[in-house]
């Protein structure tokens, strides 16, 4: 599941930063992928971009944005399930560069 | 216990919920012993009650449901807050906003907004000194 933030958000902006793929935008803020622009998902609020949310797989042992979300407004999306595959492929294509470490509970929430 | 307690409860009682909610984010996220719990429930009822004033019943009802989750085991009172009058008032909250659910968000009759209370114990009961 790619993760979404619900409308218990405050716009403290404390999840931005802490996101490894720049999925994470603030309210009316288009997002931006691969040198393209599209229009913000949420006016209102923060928002996540479903394509570019890895849930911090190949990354972080868990969403960095929930962990520091004050509201516990991060959650999982049940809209739509992602296997670990799917994430991790994703985190490769977001990030081209990067030499990625095999999967471990460091870097997967589905190593745990 | 650090200022921006002090900061936020005032921030709080003043209605000022996102100033309230603000500091005490701040103060949660270095602040790491277990009863950072209790600091998070704080944040919920703050944002749960800015959510109300903005009219985000859904949102409002969700923040003071966690807040009254996570306050639960400080009951009835810690550090030197007294934390029952605040969370029955938050559950209050919480039904009526479900039993006015199809009322009109500027016409929902709910009480008046809970002030964090602070107080020490004394022999017989609790000193309630703000």
């Known amino acids: 599941?790619?993760?979404?933030?619900?409308?218990?958000?405050?716009?403290?902006?404390?999840?931005?930063?802490?996101?490894?793929?720049?999925?994470?935008?603030?309210g009316g803020v288009q997002w931006e992928f691969q040198g393209a622009t599209h229009d913000a998902i949420s006016n209102d609020f923060y928002y996540i971009v479903p394509d570019k949310c890895t849930e911090c797989v190949g990354h972080f042992e868990k969403e960095q944005c929930a962990a520091v979300c004050p509201v516990d407004c991060c959650v999982p999306d049940p809209n739509k399930p992602e296997t670990e595959d799917v994430l991790y492929a994703r985190a490769k294509q977001l990030h081209p560069d990067r030499a990625f470490a095999?999967?471990?509970?460091a870097t997967s929430r589905f190593r745990k | 216990?650090?200022?921006?307690?002090?900061?936020?409860?005032?921030?709080?009682?003043g209605g000022r919920y996102f100033e309230a909610h603000d500091i005490l984010e701040d103060f949660w996220e270095g602040y790491r012993e277990p009863d950072r719990v209790l600091l998070q429930a704080l944040i919920h009822a703050a944002v749960g009650f800015y959510h109300l004033d903005n009219g985000n019943l859904k949102g409002c009802r969700?923040?003071?449901s966690k807040a009254c989750t996570k306050m639960r085991a400080y009951l009835p009172e810690y550090w030197d807050l007294l934390l029952e009058p605040l969370h029955s008032s938050m559950k209050e909250h919480i039904d009526l906003i479900d039993e006015q659910r199809?009322?009109?968000?500027?016409?929902?009759?709910?009480p008046v907004r809970p002030r964090i209370q602070r107080g020490h114990r004394v022999a017989g009961g609790f000193l309630s000194i703000s």
Not at chain 2, 1 to 13: A, K, Q, T, Y
Not at chain 2, 102 to 110: E, F, P
């Open chain 1, 1 to 26: 599941m790619a993760t979404f933030i619900t409308e218990e958000c405050i716009n403290c902006g404390a999840c931005e930063p802490e996101c490894p793929n720049t999925a994470i935008y603030a």
């Open chain 1, 102 to 105: 095999e999967l471990s509970p």
């Open chain 2, 1 to 13: 216990m650090d200022e921006r307690l002090d900061l936020g409860i005032r921030e709080f009682n």
């Open chain 2, 62 to 64: 969700s923040q003071l």
């Open chain 2, 102 to 110: 199809h009322t009109r968000t500027d016409s929902l009759d709910l």
